[in-house]
């Protein structure tokens, strides 16, 4: 399995269809199947999310700063 990393932690992120504002906090690896996720942190309510890197890295999400 091959790591591409594009977002780093602490790198912050604007979802383009909502706008919300978000920080990679690390990335992970679905146990049961070794799928690759980014874990990240909203700044609206400091919430954490995981998403698969492969939706992470589709478009929907920017680099900002």
Not at 1 to 29: D, E, R, S
Request: charged share 15%.
């Amino acid at each position: 399995m091959q790591n591409k990393t594009v977002f780093q932690p602490g790198q912050k992120l604007q979802h383009l269809k909502t706008g919300g504002l978000y920080q990679i906090i690390c990335q992970a690896n679905i146990e049961a199947t070794h799928e690759q996720v980014y874990v990240y942190q909203a700044f609206s309510n400091q919430s954490y999310w995981v998403r698969p890197a492969s939706e992470m890295l589709d478009g929907r999400f920017i680099a900002i700063e």
